[in-house]
């Protein structure tokens, strides 16, 4: 059991023997830790505790003395390591990168990193509802109606690509406008040559437009929604110069052939801006490219001064989607209209609430259609088209279109220079800092040992106060495929969840409690990553293999009127738990739970050593032994104090397994209570009581329930422990799984 001080100046620690223990002292304590306000030293050393009791050690102020050197080295080529473990670390990102069980020498890869959710009510400055977690969503701006006129521009900030903006200068967009109306849409990415994440959206229709339009938009980057769901698509842009024309064709050609023939969705865009808007329309495609038709919505209008640009998308139809993200194409003959066309698009088997479609048109004719997206559900899709010119029209149009699950607006720590990566070896335990800026720190320990201290990684955060309007959390993006993922009910037994990509919160509605912990695991190969902590979260897995854990929030508004603006320091503790023994880690990881949420208390007192071994028994334990792996002490409160004296407790024990985990300590349990109660504190066993203890078990009548396969009553669990070992007498316990039992001593 690892103990943990911080003391003021270097120390030295003795046992109730006076022999010296081998501690590691760390200095100094980092910034991120409010303690280093009080303390000048982390001082570390393990140690085995009498099972319910107490251990007694001295403490020897060295002073100015330097403590002796470390002479044991754990830090290779960027790793620490352990018997049982090697924590990898990138170099490129400074993020933990992966766990290498030592004993079977496999491996699983593990990218975690702190990563915020901007808070927002459907703006970008606003807050988030404190109850309901629901961060801004990107891929969606508002624009409002546009009365007595034919154009408007919108700018809208992109929180989630500000880095690739920075990078490409540039950022590739798609977009299609949402309404109940058809007109053309443009994109001017104007305010990108100035450094900012900021794009303006050009949008034209003669006449203007009644409703509230919003506008559908993706940032072609393969690793974002959409194209992190999509498998076997080209992407890109192709330049048109400079036009006295009201129109010009834009050649695309494709990287590389596809096999089929293909579908395009385009968007053009204005790097300077501008009043002008475009439309543009595919007039032909082929396996090896596609010809575009761009024309000035206002077609009264010729040319424009300088080169515009033709965002594109290609697939065929070997493309592989996914339940997030689906294409399609659809074809219809129009003759001699006047009116907008509309088409349903019925999407079977998708999932996903309230998502965004984007669209193009291909024409036989050459001319150029506006196309809007309406309607849209989880199901399907309403598709307007509109001749550019708003002449009567005839044609034999083919519409592709792209529908997706929103990006939820999100972003790494980001330090304000490099992350700090610090080492650290000793006796004790090998550590790294992982420091992003101030108030954002990661430590990651190996203890040294035989024991299971050595078959975790502790994970320390040092966090807060946050930035305004955050709510961040850790996520770990693994390799363990096919994944299952469980959190604990209230601390008891594991439930199995699963990520349902319909629920209209799509964040907030897949997380759960994490009351001790979670668990990811692939049946197939065994392998497994539990995460247990000291205390309550949320936690969800919102793709295959990742977990994320919800660690602290600051909210500067609220649509329900009360703040949460948190501004402490927390220091969440967590042990992960790699494994590749499914028995092995069931055992490990109830083991390791129940150790973490009961740590050892520490308590000082000023006697010296010869004083104090006089008063006070230096070790003791209220036990001759250790209870079974699989039985918890829960409880135990005394009642009914009178003048200093206790005349009776109240005991609780509780069986840690679930009865169909596949290990031998999921099996009932029978102790009798002398075994380990009985040498300097005895139970002596007056009456079984309900789990609340203000009523004897047998006076309480509950009702029964009927399930599936049987019926069952308070009385199933005692049934089933009387058939594996008999009837039990007053001094004998018997549990079966998740069972937990409540007892008045005399």
């Known amino acids: 059991m690892p103990v943990c001080m911080y003391p003021s100046t270097s120390l030295r620690v003795y046992d109730e023997s006076t022999q010296l223990v081998a501690p590691q002292q760390l200095e100094p304590v980092n910034t991120a830790n409010p303690l280093s306000k009080h303390a000048s ?110 154009f408007k521009s919108k700018g809208w900030s992109f929180y989630q690509t500000q880095r690739t903006y920075r990078e490409l200068g540039f950022p590739l967009l798609l977009a299609t406008p949402a309404s109940d109306e058809s007109f053309v849409d443009t994109i001017s990415a104007s305010a990108a040559t100035s450094g900012s994440s900021k794009t303006h959206f050009q949008l034209r229709k003669p ?24 498998t076997g698509y080209q992407y890109g842009t192709v330049e048109v110069p400079a036009s006295k024309e009201s129109c010009s064709i834009a050649e695309i050609h494709f990287e590389s052939s596809f ?98 479609v984007l669209a193009s ?77 101030d108030h954002y720190m990661t430590t990651f320990r190996l203890y040294q040992g035989n024991s299971t201290i050595s078959q975790f990684v502790e994970q320390i955060y040092d966090i807060g106060p946050l930035d305004q309007g955050r709510e961040l959390v850790t996520r770990f993006q693994t390799n363990i495929s096919n994944s299952k993922w469980y959190s604990d009910d209230s601390g008891l037994e594991l439930i199995p969840r699963e990520f349902d990509p319909s629920k209209d919160e799509v964040i ?24 247990l902590s000291d205390r309550s979260h949320g936690a969800a897995s919102l793709s295959d293999g990742n977990l994320e854990i919800m660690l602290h929030r600051r909210l500067v508004e609220s649509d329900l009127g009360e703040v949460l603006n948190e501004t402490d320091h927390i220091r969440p503790r967590m042990w992960l738990v790699p494994d590749d023994e499914p028995a092995e880690s069931y055992n490990l990881r109830h083991k390791l739970s129940m150790e973490l949420q009961n740590p050892p208390l520490v308590r000082y007192g000023k006697l010296p050593i010869g004083n104090w071994t006089k008063l006070y028994k230096p070790v003791f334990s209220t036990m001759t032994k250790p209870l079974p792996d699989n039985i918890h002490l829960l409880s135990l409160k005394a009642r009914n104090t009178t003048n200093g004296t206790i005349s009776n407790f109240l005991v ?42 203000n009523r004897k078990k047998g006076s309480v009548h509950r009702m029964t329930w009927k399930t599936d396969t049987v019926e069952e009553d308070s009385t199933t669990a005692d049934k089933i422990a009387k058939q594996s070992f008999g009837e039990e007498d007053v001094n004998t316990l018997q549990l079966v799984p998740r069972q937990i039992r409540t007892f008045q001593t005399g």
């Open 41 to 150: 030293h982390e001082l570390m050393f393990t140690t085995t505790l009498p099972a319910f009791g107490y251990r007694t050690f001295f403490l020897q102020i060295v002073g100015g003395e330097e403590m002796p050197a470390e002479s044991i080295s754990r830090v290779a080529d960027g790793n620490i390591f352990n018997d049982h473990i090697t924590l990898s670390f990138s170099d490129a990102t400074a993020h933990m990168s992966g766990m290498t069980m030592r004993k079977s020498g496999k491996r699983i890869a593990v990218d975690q990193n702190l990563v915020q959710y901007m808070a927002g009510s459907g703006n970008n400055e606003g807050g988030s509802n404190p109850y309901v977690f629901r961060p801004m969503q990107d891929n969606r701006a508002s624009i409002g109606s546009q009365q007595g006129g034919s």
């Open 207 to 230: 006449g203007g437009w009644g409703q509230n339009l919003w506008l559908n938009f993706a940032v072609l980057d393969p690793s974002q929604a959409p194209l992190n769901q999509l």
């Open 259 to 356: 096999s089929s023939p293909t579908y395009v969705i385009t968007t053009v865009e204005s790097r300077s801006y501008s009043d002008d808007a475009f439309g543009a329309t595919v007039i032909s495609s082929s396996q090896t490219g596609a010809s575009v038709n761009v024309c000035r919505s206002d077609v009264s209008q010729s040319g424009w001064p300088a080169s515009i640009y033709v965002n594109y998308l290609a697939y065929d139809s070997a493309i592989k989607t996914s339940d997030l993200a689906r294409t399609g194409n659809f074809k219809f003959t129009v003759t001699n209209s006047t009116n907008p066309r509309q088409t349903t698009v019925n999407v079977g088997g998708y999932k996903v609430f309230q998502p965004m």
């Open 361 to 437: 048109a291909m024409s036989k004719s050459g001319k150029v259609y506006a196309v809007t997206s309406v309607n849209t559900s989880a199901s399907q899709f309403g598709i307007n088209i509109q001749s550019l010119d708003g002449k009567p029209w005839s044609d034999e149009i083919s519409v592709s279109w792209l529908i997706f699950q929103r990006n939820t607006v999100e972003a790494p720590v980001v330090p304000d220079d490099n992350i700090t990566l610090v080492f650290t070896a000793g006796q004790v335990m090998s550590e790294a800092k992982l420091l992003y800026k």
């Open 508 to 531: 907030a509605g897949n997380y759960y409690p994490m009351v001790m912990g979670v668990y990811l695991n692939d049946s197939d190969t065994g392998m497994s990553l539990s995460v």
């Open 652 to 693: 609780r024990f509780q069986h840690v397994f679930e009865k169909d985990e596949p290990t031998p300590l999921a099996k009932p349990v029978s102790l009798h209570f002398d075994d380990y109660f009985g040498g300097s504190f005895k139970l002596n066993i007056v009456n079984e009581m309900n789990l609340s203890g």
